[in-house]
């Protein structure tokens, strides 16, 4: 996924920028991990619970099949702490759940969702032009 919220605020993309100013480089966003290595976290936008962000600060992870090196996230799929426990019936039903590339062209079946989405679009068309 290329979005991510805060306990407070959210949800923002997925850059260097805006991770920091929302997050203030505090915990629980960034944590030690028992290797002294830094992860980074924040909370899934659409079904609240924990995420990674992975290659925020390098490329560490490489997608294995397309070899891309791109800043995203990922569900934990744990709990996190200072962060909402993790919920795996809302996980299971999350849209962004085990995404494929943004770069791929999906179409989605969930007429409900997609109603809904297209009524956020419709009230907020002034606010997207701009």
Same mark, same amino acid.
């Given at each position: 996924?290329?979005?991510?919220?805060? $306990?407070?605020?959210?949800?923002?993309?997925?850059?260097?920028?805006?991770?920091?100013?929302?997050?203030?480089?505090?915990?629980?966003?960034?944590?030690?991990?028992?290797?002294?290595?830094?992860?980074?976290?924040?909370?899934?936008?659409?079904?609240?619970?924990?995420?990674?962000?992975?290659?925020?600060?390098?490329?560490?992870?490489?997608?294995?099949?397309?070899?891309?090196?791109?800043?995203?996230?990922? =569900?934990?799929?744990?709990?996190?702490?200072? @962060?909402?426990? =993790?919920?795996?019936?809302?996980?299971?039903?999350?849209? $962004? =759940?085990?995404?494929?590339?943004?770069?791929?062209?999906? @179409?989605?079946?969930?007429?409900?969702?997609?109603?809904? @989405?297209?009524?956020?679009?419709?009230?907020?068309?002034?606010?997207?032009?701009?």
């Amino acid at each position: 996924m290329n979005v991510f919220s805060t $306990l407070t605020k959210g949800p923002f993309e997925i850059t260097i920028d805006n991770f920091v100013d929302a997050t203030h480089k505090k915990e629980p966003y960034f944590q030690v991990d028992t290797k002294g290595k830094e992860k980074h976290y924040a909370i899934c936008p659409e079904c609240g619970n924990p995420i990674q962000i992975i290659n925020l600060f390098g490329q560490e992870y490489e997608e294995q099949i397309t070899k891309k090196r791109n800043t995203h996230a990922r =569900h934990t799929g744990k709990n996190i702490l200072g @962060l909402p426990k =993790h919920d795996q019936l809302k996980y299971l039903g999350c849209p $962004l =759940h085990k995404a494929s590339s943004f770069s791929c062209r999906r @179409l989605r079946n969930d007429e409900v969702y997609n109603s809904n @989405l297209l009524s956020l679009i419709n009230k907020n068309k002034s606010k997207i032009i701009k």
